[in-house]
């Protein structure tokens, strides 16, 4: 039996024990300058999978390399375990007898999610490696859409005639060679293999022999179709706190399962891709991107960014001539501008958030946008009091005051409709809101803060 | 037996099936007008709670009143599931003693969440209503801190000495009245209650009655101490695809169970927070807020802003000769600064994200931080070359274009290490990066944009 291990790493002198301590890593550091194979191997065995995947990750590419060759443990769960970008790195290195036997001892539904952004190249070379029902289950996955049930579920079930009681149940399992690693319900099917219910080990461990199945079935169970998106599923799981689910296909018959381990997993990458996307960084950035990769990630979406900034420059030329004659403008303007792109991006985020968790729906957005514009309000009289206060002290001028004031009202009650109605709109168009609402209200937000401000300026104060 | 629900939901007329349909609100409406309490029973009555509770959250405050009062199928996992602003809302409306009665169905677990977010008077209204032993489990939980494992864990525990066989625990199983709704793992103790191992039930049913137990123990398991953070539990299940975990005292006695639900939840918290917390908004952000709610999360955050952009236009101040004398200034600056706090933007949120995920450590920062320089340096080197060219096609001056360019490569450069550096920093500060980053990256990329651009035109231009 195990020992206890009430820390998952070793602890480091730092405060963080969750995280990989710095002493491990000066050790394989030293290790692999001194080419020490079995010193490596002492340091890795221990490990978890996603540990040493970790560590790989956050080693730099030539130790990294100098390890793979020194190292011989690699298995299928470190390489399930990496980002994509290193994914590709180290199954271009790895022998091709080291990678058949490493991705040999993987469920199918590992394979799939380890194969499926490789090149097709290595994709070959995966597959080659795998014994013939293994290739067929994985090249079955594949063959479901991306970001798919299918290619979420596994194909390993614990399914039952829906008429068996306890006892047969359990003479079943203890008989059954081939029981997946992990499962927590067994799936009560029909003769046309239609899933009836499911029944939670707990439930089938705690009574009598000749109890049936069907009278300790779940209440309420939900089923998912093989083409349902992986988003969906696990915000379901999410929603109804769910452990595991069938998968059927279009017959309605089981084929699959997904585990709320899965899930999890989904729902954090969903949650992962909608932070970066807010923050315009393409969503396969990772800490170990190498430079050329990162590049890549960030600059098309400040290509982007740079067109509407010069959109938001082109208003404020019409009004070269008003900055020219009271300076003060150009000085305050980016404050205007600003403030609308803060408060917009408040708006955009919680929309975006809330389109995610199906909180914000036709039923609610018409209030929702009446309550952002009466917050746009609130806030902006708060904040245009304190600008004219700014306005009249630092530049000496009622009239400037009064219109920073005017426009950061305007620009507020702007940036809370833009904010929330943009996402909304995009959403509704099929466009993910996350993706492209940001740019959006900014460019928005920066238009009409200068144009208000500037053409208040030019009317009020010339 | 339940019968087959292929989805979630009804399916509405729009795409979205995981979504609640329209006609929902359009017969729950009717139904409030027309003071119908029988036609919203039976409306409401097939739902999950966690769709009740949506469907509350999405009414307007006068409806969700009216149907409050009209429905009486109000229960604990209802409650549960709703919006802390709204839980108070009803918490309040609902009469004691149907409270009483919703909230002694929970678990110990729920009831902990329910009630630690509750004004105390509150809190004390749901404590009175739980039987002695109810309230004593609640109240001993509530003595751990917020957000510990402590008070995520449920005490209901399936334990048995770890010398038993198979035989042995389904017997146990069989004879034991009060086991959890759901559990996944038997946890083994010594005799002073110590974890020594956990057996997934899959296997206790799936080998013969005279196996011992401790012979079917998971290779590796972990066990979490009351006072961990919750945070770090979910990473943990998160990052060791675990199931379920005991919980430990500080005499390394089991005291109670995390399972995998809860720590999906808190891990679905964790990204919610960091995606409102980097865009500047309150963490208990809600769709459903009131109107003085919403203003109450997103004014502080503004106020900031506004400090911050008072900041910059200092800067500017400092070269308003420069400005009058050259207004295509005025016209191009906000494009150095827009991309700064851009690219800034972008590099922040990777490091935020990675140092949640403890990828981002003492051993690769600094190989991180050379490439973020190099990236922005590359980036820049990019705009500068389409700044320069806009500067010398839109104001046919080389030296202004010149100039932008000059500043757009600083100002990258700066944004990605002020991006990558500030959140480490603040992390070893012990603030959490994703609460105060962005005001200072945007700050320094602000800063440093308009001082590079205005200060080498003075230079160059005059």
Redesign the interface.
């Known amino acids: 039996?195990?020992e206890?291990?009430?820390?998952?790493v070793p602890d480091g002198e730092e405060g963080?024990?969750?995280?990989?301590p710095?002493k491990l890593?000066d050790e394989i550091l030293d290790a692999i300058e001194t080419a020490d194979a079995p010193r490596i191997d002492a340091i890795l065995e221990p490990l978890?999978a996603?540990?040493i995947a970790?560590l790989l990750?956050?080693?730099?590419f030539r130790d990294r390399r100098s390890l793979l060759g020194l190292w011989t443990g690699m298995d299928g769960e470190v390489l399930s375990e990496l980002d994509d970008n290193l994914r590709e790195e180290v199954i271009n290195e790895l022998p091709a007898d080291q990678l058949a036997e490493a991705v040999r001892e993987l469920e199918s539904d590992d394979v799939v999610d380890l194969v499926e952004d490789l090149e097709s190249a290595q994709q070959d070379a995966v597959l080659r490696a795998l014994d013939a029902p293994g290739r067929i289950a994985v090249e079955k996955a594949l063959a479901y859409p991306e970001y798919s049930a299918g290619r979420l579920m596994q194909v390993e079930i614990?399914r039952m005639p829906?008429d068996w009681n306890v006892g047969q149940?359990?003479d079943f399992?203890?008989g059954?060679e081939n029981?997946?690693d992990?499962?927590?319900h067994v799936v009560?099917v029909d003769v046309r293999l239609?899933?009836?219910?499911y029944v939670?080990?707990?439930r089938?461990?705690?009574?009598?022999r000749e109890m049936p199945l069907?009278?300790l079935?779940?209440?309420?169970?939900?089923?998912f179709?093989v083409e349902d998106k992986q988003g969906?599923v696990a915000?379901?799981?999410?929603?109804?706190?769910l452990?595991s689910a069938p998968v059927?296909d279009d017959e309605?018959r089981l084929v699959g399962v997904i585990t709320?381990?899965d899930?999890?997993?989904v729902?954090?990458e969903e949650?992962?891709e909608?932070?970066?996307r807010?923050?315009?960084?393409g969503i396969e950035?990772?800490?170990?991107?190498?430079?050329w990769g990162?590049?890549k990630q960030?600059?098309p979406?400040?290509?982007v960014?740079?067109l509407?900034?010069?959109i938001?420059?082109v208003v404020?030329?019409l009004f070269?001539e008003t900055?020219?004659a009271v300076?003060?403008?150009?000085?305050?303007?980016?404050?205007v501008?600003?403030?609308g792109g803060?408060?917009g991006?408040?708006s955009?985020?919680?929309?975006v958030?809330?389109i995610a968790t199906?909180?914000?729906?036709?039923?609610?957005v018409w209030?929702?946008l009446r309550?952002?514009m009466?917050?746009g309000l609130?806030?902006g009289v708060?904040?245009a009091a304190?600008?004219a206060a700014?306005g009249i002290v630092w530049f000496g001028s009622p009239a400037l005051g009064g219109v920073i004031a005017a426009a950061m009202v305007i620009n507020l009650v702007v940036a809370g409709l833009a904010g929330m109605g943009i996402p909304v709109l995009l959403d509704k168009l099929g466009v993910d809101p996350a993706l492209a609402s940001g740019t959006f209200v900014t460019t928005v937000t920066?238009v009409v803060g200068f144009f208000a401000f500037l053409g208040l300026a030019a009317m009020v104060l010339l």
Chains 1, 2 share one sequence.
């Not at 963080?16 to 990989?20: H, I, M, S």
């Not at 239609?194 to 219910?197: I, L, T």
């Not at 779940?218 to 089923?223: A, I, P, V």
């Open positions: 039996m195990s206890l291990q009430d820390h998952p963080d024990e969750f995280a990989l710095q890593f978890h996603a540990d970790d990750e956050q080693l730099d614990v829906e149940a359990i399992m203890r059954e029981l997946p992990q499962f927590y009560l239609k899933p009836r219910g939670t080990l707990g089938v461990l705690s009574h009598p069907k009278d079935a779940e209440e309420s169970f939900r089923t179709h969906d915000y379901a799981f999410n929603q109804y706190h452990i059927v309605e709320i381990d899930a999890m997993e729902l954090d949650a992962e909608d932070i970066l807010l923050a315009g960084v950035s990772e800490i170990s991107d190498s430079t990162t590049v960030r600059l979406w400040l290509a960014n740079l509407t900034a010069i938001a420059s404020i030329s070269d900055i020219a300076v003060a403008l150009a000085i305050l303007m980016p404050i501008a600003s403030m803060n408060a991006t408040q955009l985020t919680v929309a958030r809330a199906r909180d914000l729906t036709g039923s609610n209030r929702v309550r952002e009466i917050v609130f806030n708060v904040f304190v600008m700014v920066d």
